[in-house]
């Protein structure tokens, strides 16, 4: 009987390649077809759970390809060169790894420089979770080479965006819906983050606080299981000094609480420095005329001279952090031109405050000038360096006892919570890749007051405040999130009479005489909108003989109470009606010319069926 079961499924599945393969509107591949009858018999959680896996080891394996590759050039520029032949590689490499990235969008992506967490967050939002196939390699070659070669940003959004990418086009090509479809590009995202830092718990986190901000969900197996194969991919095939891992640390004592609380507002401060002085460099390379290429070699230039000046700020920066937390100091100052100063703690000081003050120009002008990268990395290099400058600073002031590897953890999972608005993302992030469970109490310390801080000078991260303020990506409130959904233009009801404001009474009661609507719309000539006539306005005059020839079009046009321009947002439209206190509303173009109405009832019931298919 057991045989006959086993035969009778190779049959069906047989059937089903034949069908499939007949039918298909295109030949797909043998392990296609398994996967589409393996969704024809599974249950809806059973393939979902099938999913997170495949997703998972996909997005963990790209994950750990870029790893490598960036990995590889780092080892060969800084570690096999002395200093004073690095000096070359600093002045040539990250100059061109920035114009290399820009030449490669211009001749082989057309120019789509869309890149980082934000345009995830727009493609969920606005694309219904659809991500170009592009985007599942385009981010590894163009990330590999700007890191690769020098540019000071990180990998992990990238990653993150490839991981998408993979998991949203997985969901596509098996026909899932927008629900899934979304569950499965966070999927992706969280397992390019859990192969990115070997932290399964930190990637669940960073799905939920930042790519799902908005999106209620209540399956979240594919997102754990996902994360769960990035993270084993990685720990498989990368090696411990390519991992974001520390094991240097101090014990936690509750006498240097105060410590974590100076630092946690430090952080905050940092943070808000670190997005402002960001923004305001995005903002000049988006303004200056010039061509991209100009832009990148502009940047390029700029990035040079930083890392000749501190090499610390050349690529990701890891390597530096890790040789402060394991004592190594003098190994990172001696790279560079402060290695000819005297050795003390002053020196150190200044070196470690300049790192920290220079590392968000590095940052924001790689990735504005046209590099490709994002701020994970920069944000977790910048709060490692701003807690060791706190720990140097306690020491030198003569306070004994300064735990230092512990002020540098922690001021990681800070900068970072403040920069990305992320502080459970960043506390499990710190306390996976160090061992650190024992350090929950001041990682959360410093984390909740970063968060705090930035929350207090912007509720939403400045990073997404245009996108947000224009409905272009989600933010926590939910039912604004679907009414950005709603576009004007699809709202705009054609089915209306109209007549001209020449015309005569009788071709107006003739109108209403073969009528559906109690609206009608007055224009001119042009076909500009003059008013409007309601069958309540008609009602004293139809059943009366002598108005035939007395009264005019122009006489019974009344002005709107409000116009609705198809270029305006719904949300726009909304406060319309709300303000004038009307049903239907007239919609003109820029130039003026009448094309329709919208009703709340057409608003109403658009807002039910996203509401049907969004939850």
Known sequence: MKRFNTIKKYHSFLRFRRDFTKYSLKKVRSFDIF????????????????????????????????????????YFITGKVHFTDQIFFYIVFPFLGIVLTTIIVILFFK???RKGIPAILYEIAQNSSLVSSVKMYSQIIQS????????????????????????????KTYELDYRNRTLLLAAGATAGIASAFNAPIAGVMFAFEILLTGVVFTDFIPLVVAAVCGSLISKIILKEDVLFHFQARNEFNYNNIPFYLILGIGCGLYARYFVVVSSRIEHFFSSIKLSKLKKAMLGGAILSSLCLLLPPLFGEGYQTIKDITSGQMFKVLENSFFGYLSYNNWIIILFLGLICLLKVFATAVTIHAGGNGGNFAPSLFAGGILGYFFASL???????NVPDSNL??????????GVMYAPLTAVFLIAESSEGYDLFIPLMIV???????????????????EMASKGKIFTREYDRNLLSLIHTSHLIETGFQTIYTGASFAELLELVKYGKRNIIAVIDETGNLKGTITIDDLRPYMFNNESVNSLTIRTLTKAPAAIINSEKDIFSVIKLFDESGSWELPVTNSEGRFMGFVSKSSILLKYRELLKGYS
């Open 111 to 113: 120019g789509q420089d």
């Open 35 to 74: 996967i589409h009858w393996l969704k024809s018999k599974l249950s809806r959680n059973q393939f979902l759970l099938l999913s997170g896996i495949l997703v998972g080891i996909t997005a963990g394996f790209a994950g750990v390809i870029l790893k490598l590759l960036v990995s590889n050039i780092h």
């Open 408 to 417: 540098v953890l922690a001021g990681m999972a800070g900068v970072m919570s």
């Open 447 to 465: 984390t909740v007051i970063s968060y705090l801080i930035s929350r207090w000078f912007s509720p939403i991260s400045p990073d997404l405040k």
């Open 394 to 400: 306690f020491t030198q002031l003569g306070i004994e």
């Open 144 to 171: 590999a080479v700007t890191v690769g070669l020098g540019g000071s940003a990180g990998l992990e959004s990238p990653i993150a965006v490839t991981g998408a990418a993979i998991g949203s086009n997985f969901a």
